[in-house]
């Protein structure tokens, strides 16, 4: 379950383009209304339009295509959110939620028919059915998404299925909870005011009408107005007080809930998890577990693969041209930190008369550089010298998207000058990364070092496959008219 309270960190400066929240974990707090969404709309939609298409085409439910039906239902939960992203103004969020679902819904689809294709399955399939199947669900997803999340955003009629709650702790964090509540309606849960031993002047300005009397009268007033949830936002150093906070709502039926302030920490990949029964939350975290791991490392084999089939002329003419143009070997190899700051080897086409093994020493190449060589200037202005590390990427050293590896005498120089810069180092690096479609691909100075980092972490924040595709197309535009490519 990711913890969604905290505002989200922005990057100093460049381009910045909203991600979007993942919305998909289904929790106690969720109404049933909710639940019913979470955990059923996706799945169902495209089943029902499937079914649509068969009794059009006179089709049965036969074998392949209950196997279809069973792949997309348990398929496409994880591959889609739950509902629109409601920071973006009306017109915006309905065009991005369509193209969102619809490049997920085409990511799903290629996983359907590769397991059709292996199963020997596809010719006793109705083309026409299918090709309708998959153009006419990502519409129907998107009606369905954006019908279904305005009916549970509708203010409830007379308070119907409202369930009240009160936070013990009138702090900024339990603002900032009430505030979401009361952005995701469909929730259904409404903060009837707040209790703490601290003087008004203490609490938020926007809570000073809000306090409903000290800790010590939260239980009696709690039973006595039939409370359904308790958030305390306390400090965690506050534990006298919570103890005595929960022996005082042992005699209620309110569901607890302790809501711990980690706003001093610069979280990644926060989660809950549990360690045989003992509960732990992940403050510093690998985004690719699991089966985001497994999805992660099959796209990665898949581009790469695809990249080195399509463009193997094009490398070995370039190859050609580096060994003629100048005396040294095609490729230039370099010690750089991977995955958990281990050394790996990365791969380019040598671009430059030295070569410099990273470790001891590196110096940032600037324009008009003496040491690059004439194929080379072209080579390093389209990013071609970057190919090679197709096969660091097939090797399982490097990944497509991820954060720029940096050689290992400018981590040394960094890593203690920067917060936060050895986190980058939590996934395996890329060949693009966000940093680098936002601007921030040249530099060796302090500022742009720390604004290239701040774009590392938003990505390991928010990583999903679909911001992989986005930056890889991005990388496509900004290759051609990079200024600080030299």
Known sequence: ?????????????????????????????????????????????????????????????????????????????????????????????????LADITLRWIMLLGFVWLVIKLSELGYTLNRPLLWTWAAV??????????????????????????????????????????????????????ICGYFDDHDS??????????????????????????????????????????????????????????????????????RFDVVEGIPVIAVCESPFYGLRGVAKRLSDIAIAGGALLLLAPLLLLIALAVRLSSPGPALFRQRRYGLDGRQ??????????????????????????????????????????????????????????????????VNENYRRRIPGYMVRHKIKPGITGWAQVNGHRGGDDLDSMTQRIAFDLEYLRHWSLGLDFVILLRTCRVIWKDCHAY
């Open 344 to 409: 790996i080897e990365v791969l380019k086409f040598r671009s430059m008369t030295v070569t410099e093994d990273g470790e001891r020493s590196y110096t940032q190449v600037t324009r008009d550089d003496a040491r690059v060589t004439r194929i080379g200037q072209l080579l390093r202005k389209t990013s071609l010298d970057e190919l090679p590390q197709l096969f660091n990427v097939l090797n399982g050293d490097m990944s497509i998207v991820g954060p720029r590896p940096h050689a290992i005498a």
């Open 1 to 97: 379950m990711n913890i969604e309270l905290m505002e989200r960190p922005r990057a100093p400066t460049g381009h910045y383009v909203p991600l979007r929240d993942r919305t998909t974990d289904v929790s106690a707090s969720d109404s049933f209304a909710s639940f019913a969404l979470k955990a059923l709309l996706y799945p169902i939609t495209p089943v029902l339009t499937l079914l649509a298409c068969l009794a059009v085409w006179d089709e049965t439910l036969r074998g392949p295509y209950f196997l279809i039906c069973v792949l997309v239902f348990f398929g496409i939960a994880d591959a889609l959110d739950v509902l629109p992203a409601r920071n973006l103004p009306a017109g915006t969020r309905a065009l991005r939620s």
């Open 201 to 270: 002047r203490r609490a938020p300005p926007a809570l000073h009408g809000s306090l409903l009397g000290p800790l010590s009268e939260l239980g009696a007033w709690v039973q006595q107005h039939r409370i359904d949830i308790v958030y305390i936002t306390l400090p965690i150093s506050s534990d006298q007080r919570i103890v005595e906070l929960l022996e005082s709502l042992r005699d209620s039926t309110a569901s607890i809930y302790f809501v711990p302030d980690f706003t001093c920490y610069e979280l990644v990949q926060p």
């Open 137 to 190: 669900t990502p519409l129907a997803l998107w009606i369905a998404e954006h019908v279904a999340g305005e009916l549970l955003n509708r203010p409830p009629r007379n308070g119907a299925g409202i369930r009240t709650a009160v936070v013990a702790g009138a702090t900024p964090l339990g603002e900032q909870l009430e505030q979401q509540l009361r952005a995701h309606a469909a929730m259904r849960i409404r």
